[in-house]
């Protein structure tokens, strides 16, 4: 049945991208729920609309176009908010060069460690390749934005035609097709990674729709409030009481937040505070004036020392 609780207006303005987020996503999802639910009984309820937009809440009265900006302005404060994860693709670039440093270093090892090689062939075949791929020891210590065009020069080397028969001898052929492979797969990566930090950078800023999101949110509560005295539901008081709830705990926790910074200010040691009300201590203590016997003259009786007539 209806209830005649309504969502109480609310404003964004002391919260931060983080809290904001959060409502607008728990804001989502009970209007999803009431969505589904509704279609699960098959949607026939009573609408405020004439025709309910495809993709909208019409138990509610919200329309597919609301809808579409509540998606869009959580993007926009879920991009700000994971602005501290901004190289989306770190981890894949870190596993793929590790993935490749460990076959090109395979390969390095292998030639320029061929004294150890139990053939007499593949002793050979290294020792041919050596002086060509003895530069390659320790590339992998170079700046990781090196490593690509040096493994590039590396793979140049060691498919030179006169190497090929030495390759064979060694068994390399399919460990540098792999480090070719693997070195495209960071190349990839490392231009995914720049188009989404371009991306972020030209995008809308949370500030720039602040005013938008706000009257987004009124025109929402509004619309439920209105729709649950005109039309009431099982649905819509579960919504409005629902959101008051999530509403509430936002301010509580924000009201802590705020109260946690107010108790750190006033914890601060009163070291940090000059003393107004203490004597100072001379810098160098020889200066100081002795004490007297008559504190009350304010200064020291000195013996008359005028001859006597």
């Known amino acids: 049945m209806g209830t005649y609780n309504i969502i109480q207006q609310f404003s964004f303005n ?38 309910s937009a495809t993709g909208g809440v019409e138990a509610l009265g919200i329309t597919e176009e ?3 900006k509540l998606d869009e302005v959580i993007n926009v404060f879920k991009s700000a908010t994971y602005e501290s994860t901004a190289n989306v693709k770190t981890e894949e670039l870190e596993e793929a060069d590790e993935n490749r440093c460990r076959v090109v270093n395979y390969i390095v090892r292998r030639i320029l460690d061929y004294d150890r090689l139990p053939l007499a062939t593949e ?14 020891n320790g590339y992998y210590m170079k700046p990781i934005t090196q490593r690509t065009h040096i493994i590039e020069g590396f793979l140049e ?22 480090a070719e492979q693997l070195n495209e797969t960071y190349k990839s990566l490392e231009v995914e990674r720049d188009s989404a930090a371009k991306e972020r950078r030209i995008m809308v800023r949370p500030s720039d729709i602040e005013k938008e999101t706000q009257d987004l949110l009124d025109d929402i509560f509004m619309m439920a409030n209105a729709h649950s005295l005109v039309n009431p539901s099982d649905e819509a008081t579960d ?8 509403l509430a705990k936002a301010r509580a926790d924000r009201n802590k937040r705020g109260s946690k910074k107010d108790d750190d200010e006033a914890q ?42």
């Open 123 to 136: 002793r050979s075949a290294g020792k041919l390749m050596e002086p060509s791929i003895r530069p390659y």
């Open 268 to 309: 601060k040691p009163a070291t940090d505070k000059p003393a107004t009300d203490q004597p100072e201590t001379p810098e160098n203590p020889d200066s100081e004036t002795p004490d007297t016997e008559n504190p009350g003259s304010g200064e020291e009786e000195l013996p008359d020392d005028r001859p006597t007539v």
């Open 157 to 178: 080397d060691v498919r030179k035609p006169e190497y090929a028969e030495a390759v064979e001898t060694l068994g390399l052929s399919q460990y540098i097709t792999e």
């Open 66 to 68: 609301q809808m579409a």
């Open 239 to 246: 919504f409005i009481n629902e959101m008051n709830n999530i």
């Open 14 to 51: 002391r919260f931060n991208y983080a809290e904001r987020l959060h409502i607008l996503e728990r804001l989502r999802e009970r209007l999803l729920a009431v969505k589904s639910s509704t279609e699960e009984e098959g949607g026939d309820g009573p609408s405020i609309q004439t025709l």
